[in-house]
């Protein structure tokens, strides 16, 4: 559901550039089927002992998953312009 609000914001802006973020995307779930590991854990989370890892994307983007059981679980796509809250 994220991905999708960013693309259809960025689809009123530029279509080339929602196509972009939509093709990064697929790069990176297509890595993430090769192997999940090869990301690295994300720092913030590891202070708070969740095993969290990102892949980072079209240069602003980062996409929070998990690896369980050979299960990759993806749990958030954040544009990393925005202030989060953890």
Known sequence: MQ???HISFL?????PAARQLRDSFAVVLSRLKE???QFPIDQVFAQLNLPYR???FDVRYKVLFTVEDDVVFIDSVV???QQTQV
């Open 35 to 37: 192997n999940p590991y």
């Open 11 to 15: 689809s009123k802006v530029s279509a």
């Open 3 to 5: 991905l999708l609000n």
């Open 79 to 81: 544009d990393c312009r």
């Open 54 to 56: 990102k892949a980072l």
